[in-house]
């Protein structure tokens, strides 16, 4: 059973950092692509950021473009987002989704099988 497990969310004024965890078990973490989706209020589910299951391929949205940072280590089963310079449009609940085995990342919603239950991100004005 595969499970994503979020971490690491909470209020931050403008300008601060958080770094979001994301704990995956029951896959083969190595070989699975990794992403970052959001939810802001009222609004879609909408991409963040991802990465391969091969060395150092990344995505990202443009509006997170030079401040948020996705990375993995697969020794731990665990992705990350470091999110420096926050800005209030950024408040939303984060989600961790897994990819397909072997597939290369991919920014679409239905590119990922499995979800996590989310963390809140607060950015306060």
């Known amino acids: 059973q595969v499970q994503l497990v979020e971490s690491g969310g909470g209020l931050v004024q403008v300008g601060g950092s958080l770094r979001l965890y994301c704990a995956a078990s029951?896959?083969?973490?190595?070989?699975?692509?990794m992403a970052w989706f959001r939810q802001a209020p009222g609004k879609e589910r909408e991409f963040v950021a991802a990465?391969?299951?091969?060395?150092?391929?990344?995505r990202y949205t443009d509006s997170i473009q030079g401040r948020f940072t996705i990375s993995r280590d697969n020794a731990k089963h665990t992705v990350y987002l470091q999110m420096n310079r926050l800005k209030p449009e950024d408040t939303a609940v984060y989600y961790c989704?897994?990819?397909?085995?072997?597939?290369?990342?991919?920014?679409?919603?239905?590119?990922?099988?499995?979800w996590g239950q989310g963390t809140q991100v607060t950015v306060s004005s």
């Open positions: 989704a897994a990819g397909r085995k072997f597939y290369t990342a991919t920014t679409s919603l239905a590119g990922h099988d499995y």
């Open positions: 990465i391969s299951w091969q060395v150092g391929v990344t």
């Open positions: 029951g896959l083969t973490f190595s070989t699975y692509p």
